[in-house]
Nanobody
Framework: QVQLVESGGGLVQPGGSLTLSCATS????????MAWVRQAPGKGPEWVSL????????VYAQSVKGRFTLSRDNTKDTVYLQMANLQPEDTALYYC???????????WGQGTLVTVSS
């Protein structure tokens, strides 16, 4: 069974930082492109970032570029999302997902909530 479990969400003040983790199992993590997607309250999902299976290619949505850093540890089957200079508009449920092909996300975690508020 493919499993992705996000953690690390919580309440943070504007300008603060937070790091999310996604622990995976049930598939060959080292051969998978991985993505982060978020969904703000009352809005549809927004793609955030994507990383190649070996970490050599990383892309970001314009809205988070320069503030967020995506990384992975293939010895731990875990992907991370470091978030800095967080703003209220970053408030969302953050999901980790496996990218099957060019944005075809076929496996998702349950999400972890990030709330940015003073």
């Amino acid at each position: 069974q493919v499993q992705l479990v996000e953690s690390g969400g919580g309440l943070v003040q504007p300008g603060g930082s937070l790091t999310l983790s996604c622990a995976t199992s049930g598939f060959t993590f080292s051969g998978a492109w991985m993505a982060w997607v978020r969904q703000a309250p009352g809005k549809g999902p927004e793609w955030v970032s994507l990383i190649k299976f070996d970490g050599t290619t990383i892309v970001y949505a314009q809205s988070v570029k320069g503030r967020f850093t995506l990384s992975r540890d293939n010895t731990k089957d875990t992907v991370y999302l470091q978030m800095a200079n967080l703003q209220p508009e970053d408030t969302a449920l953050y999901y980790c997902a496996r990218d099957k092909s060019f944005g075809a996300l076929d496996a998702w975690g349950q999400g972890t909530l990030v709330t940015v508020s003073s």
